[in-house]
Each structure stands twice: as C-alpha cells, then as structure tokens.
C-alpha cells in the first residue's frame, strides 16, 4: 500500500490511501463519473500511477445500474486488472442492490469462483446491515478479504461486543455527517466507541461530501488510512471547483500540484475547510 508521503503517521504506521471511484452516484452528478469498466480502468491506471494501491468500486451493468451480476463484476474488476495489475479491488456486497442476506452469501460464492484475474480481493460488508456476521462467515469461507464499514456508534459498539470476523481486512469507519464544522467531532466519537477492540484492525477513516476532506485531514494527522473519489466528494478541498476527475482529487490528497481551474464551481460555502489544511492548490484558488 502507498504512504501519503515519505513519513509515516503519528501512529508509526504506513498510512494507506484509498480511491473510491464512483460509490452510488448517479452519472448525471458530473460527467466525470466513471461508470464501464473502460472508465474505471482508465481512472484506475491514472491513480495507480500515482501511489495509491486499494481501489473502492461499485460495478454497473451497461444501463449504468449498480449490479451484483458475477459477469458485470468480472468484466469490471477484470478491466481494472488488466490496467493496473497491483491495484488491491474491493467491491461492495450492496445490500439496497439486493436486500436478501443468504443470497448475498450466495453472491459472494459466485464470485469467488471467477477467475484470479476477473475475482475481486476484498468485499465490503456494513456492520449495520441486517445478517453481517452470517454474510461475513460466507465471505471468508471462500478466502476473500473483507473491508467491514461502521457508521454509527452503534455499529462500533456492536462489532467490538460480536468480535471482528475472520479474515476482516479493515475496518472502513465512514463519517455520515456532512457539516465540515462538527465532521471531525463525529469521526473522533466512532473511533472512541471502538475502543478497546479485542484484535488489532487497520481501521480506514473517511468522510462524505462537504465532510470529506475535514476528516480527510484529521485521518493524515493522525495517521489513520483513508480514502478519496467521486464517491465521497465531487469537490475540491476548497469546496468550490468541480473536480475534473478521480486523478485530481488523489493529487489533492495526496498535496500534489493541480493546474489552474476553469471548469464548473459552486457558491463558497461558510467556514468550509478555511484554507488551512495544507492540501496543493491550483492558481485559480488564489486570491
């Protein structure tokens, strides 16, 4: 997995950065959504080049539906392969695609039989969902990772008291309130509730929308992973630009340069990020 920099975080541990792509948006959110398998690779290629190892997808099917369908999934993850080979390629078991528990077991049997190239790594499964640990006990029975998402303290206190499954890769901590103001207040609650978990977990923490890069800049400062994409943001970390795509918004991340904007951009939002986070700016930021 990549390091956001040459340094590791205050923990003393390399600190793995995320692409999330795409998540549930609907194309019509910003034309740079990628949604075929041509796209996510394309994106794919793109932040691979840049350092990032763990790739976050939500596959559709060619009406641009998001799809659990073992041959939607093996043309996309396969597509992502094939453009870059050490990508790590988690998929989410979505349970508002299909609802039904024991068919999501079933679902990720169908997927482990695919082919090495075409299978993905990692499934994601939310401890809030109705039939986690049963989905869970499946998903590692097959010998696929699993990325397991918490929302809510309640979810955290509800997975330390169940214990964390076999073969739990990370646990994804996903802050759900959107205020850039009490963000990072609500991030700093779910860790707590965490606490004490009985086995050591790389724990992935991220926010949403006008949230993201707040709790984005708390993950780095305090060495936590994290992630970045069109799934948690469509914005620059001003908040005001558009960004052009998932490139841009890993080189943000990631403080490297981004070039003069000209594009799409939305009205300032009150106290929105206030400048200070140290991430790269482009000259249009200025001023």
Do not use: K
Not at 54 to 76: I, K, N, Y
Not at 124 to 132: D, K, M, P, Q, T
């Amino acid at each position: 997995m990549s390091r956001w920099t040459s340094e590791s975080g205050s923990r003393g541990e390399a600190v793995v950065l995320q692409c999330c792509p795409n998540g549930a948006r609907p194309g019509g959110d910003t034309p740079a959504l990628p949604a075929t398998p041509d796209d996510l690779a394309r994106d794919a290629a793109a932040v691979a080049a840049l350092g990032v190892r763990s790739f976050h997808v939500h596959p559709r099917d060619e009406h641009g539906r998001e799809s659990l369908d073992p041959d939607v999934v093996a043309a996309t993850v396969g597509a992502i392969r094939q453009a870059a080979p050490s990508l790590e390629v988690g998929v989410p078991l979505a349970r508002w695609v299909e609802p039904n528990a024991f068919r999501r077991t079933e679902i990720a049997q169908e997927w482990a039989r695919l082919p090495s190239h075409r299978r993905p790594d990692v499934l994601a499964v939310s401890v809030h969902e109705r039939g986690w640990e049963t989905v869970c006990e499946a998903v590692a029975s097959v010998g696929l990772g699993i990325e397991l998402g918490v929302w809510t303290t309640g979810d955290a206190v509800q997975l330390r008291l169940a214990g964390v499954p076999v073969n739990t890769v990370r646990i994804a901590v996903e802050v759900t309130v959107t205020d850039p103001d009490t963000a990072v207040a609500e991030a700093v609650r779910l860790l707590r509730a965490l606490q004490p978990m009985p086995v050591p977990v790389p724990v992935l923490l991220h926010g949403e929308e006008d949230g993201a890069w707040p709790v984005l800049e708390y993950a780095r400062r305090e060495g936590f992973d994290t992630r970045m994409g069109f799934e948690d943001t469509l914005y620059g970390p001003d908040g005001i630009w558009l960004a052009t795509g998932n490139e841009e918004l890993i080189r943000f991340a990631l403080g490297q340069p981004v070039g003069p904007r000209l594009g799409p951009r939305r009205s300032a939002r009150r106290g929105l990020f206030g400048g200070g986070l140290g991430f790269g700016r482009s000259g249009a930021h200025r001023g």
